[in-house]
């Protein structure tokens, strides 16, 4: 199992950027996927995740209305836009697959993940 992430970058904020999750190894129509992101010498924690049909989505409140998650089954790949970037959103993002076909915020619900793209937000 592979999950590549990218996309990263540093911008200012109010910037966007879209981060790609590519994976191969399992079958990817299968599963919920979820990003995850972790600043420095902070915890991981939840971004934002998407059923197996992309259904149902979940966000944290940190993110609603800025980022949007979505995927695309054909070319097992999920995707973050993210809008409105602020300076707390600097952090290592991951993307990470689900147990299930259902989307779930906590990571230990994930069983494979990705090895990360940096994200830093600022002037």
């Known amino acids: 199992v592979q999950l590549q992430a990218s996309g990263g970058g540093l911008v200012q904020p109010g910037a966007s950027l879209r981060l790609s999750c590519v994976a191969s190894g399992f079958n990817f129509h299968d599963y919920a996927i979820g990003w995850f992101r972790q600043a420095p010498g902070e915890a991981r924690e939840f971004v934002a995740s998407i059923s197996w049909r992309a259904s149902s989505t979940h966000y944290a409140d940190s993110v609603k209305g800025r980022f949007t998650i979505s995927r695309d089954n054909a070319k097992n790949t999920v995707f973050l836009q993210m809008n409105s970037l602020k300076p707390e959103d600097t952090a290592v993002f991951y993307c990470?697959?689900?147990?299930?076909?259902?989307?779930?915020?906590?990571?230990?619900?994930?069983?494979?993940w990705g090895q990360g793209t940096l994200v830093t937000v600022s002037s």
């Open positions: 990470a697959v689900g147990l299930s076909a259902v989307p779930t915020t906590t990571p230990g619900r994930h069983r494979y």
